[in-house]
């Protein structure tokens, strides 16, 4: 019997969870979780993600992502970190368990599919050609327009805590990129991308924007251009988590 809660949120406490999973050949199955787990549960549902293992939650497949954008499972890159910053993780609440179909991820896109979308959505590429968009470094003037979003469109504000913690995600990993979207030199938006380079895909993990009326529908013209730039590398493309209209509809140009 393995008691949970005889171990510590450190990486070296979860590798022994793992091996235990793995003495117990709990590896690389299929498991039926139960609602309302605990922060415990957690940890031993990350131990068995790393051995492969897969979740169904009322026969529904399920899997634990890093801030509801990408699937541990999947990334070597961002399960390591995790586990090397486990408690910070657990305390900003950025390990979540997702349907897995909410985060649509397209393995690889190809250009007629890219295509296919862009002509749907001519309106749309034709009114934002004006908008000029730029890799930036992560900065504060960042870290405040996404607070500044927060706070207009949810009425809450960011904790030091939840700052600090993605601060060190975005600066601490050259595969989170930042994309700046300016119209007449005014910032109308950022685009935060993941580029998981064991998968060859690009996970489009955050959009925060200010109305604007120079541009037209941005948030979709982003994926748009995100769906162009993994067309071109014959990567795939994550539009991430929330399931709404527009993306079942970009989801079924791509499959």
Not at 188 to 215: H, R
Not at 240 to 255: A, P, R, S, T, V
Request: hydrophobic fraction near 40%.
């Amino acid at each position: 019997m393995l008691d949970l809660h005889l171990f510590d949120n450190k990486k070296e406490s979860i590798m022994k969870i793992v091996e235990f999973f793995r003495e117990e050949t709990l590896e690389k199955g299929f498991f039926e979780v139960e609602d309302k787990f605990t922060e415990r549960d957690t940890i031993a549902l990350l131990a068995l993600t790393f051995l492969g293992n897969k979740f169904y939650y009322s026969g529904v497949l399920f899997e634990l992502s890093f801030a509801y954008a990408v699937p541990l499972n999947k990334d070597h890159y961002l399960m390591e970190f995790v586990l090397e910053n486990l408690n910070d993780c657990l305390k900003t609440h950025n390990i979540v368990f997702l349907k897995s179909d909410t985060l649509y991820l397209c393995q690889k896109v190809g250009l007629t599919a890219y295509e296919k979308i862009s002509n749907k959505n001519r309106k749309t590429v034709k009114r934002n050609e004006k908008v000029v968009i730029e890799e930036v470094p992560f900065s504060s003037e960042f870290f405040d327009f996404w607070e500044s979003y927060d706070y207009t469109r949810f009425g809450e504000r960011q904790s030091d805590e939840f700052k600090a913690f993605f601060w060190k995600v975005y600066n601490g990993n050259s595969a989170f990129r930042l994309y700046q979207y300016r119209i007449d030199d005014r910032i109308i938006a950022y685009n935060v991308l993941y580029f998981s380079q064991n998968q060859k895909v690009i996970y489009d993990i955050l959009f925060p924007w200010i109305k604007c009326n120079s541009v037209y529908r941005i948030g979709i013209y982003s994926v748009i251009k995100n769906i162009q730039m993994s067309a071109e590398r014959n990567w795939g493309y994550s539009i991430c988590y929330g399931q709404f209209e527009y993306k079942d509809q970009i989801w079924k140009c791509l499959q």
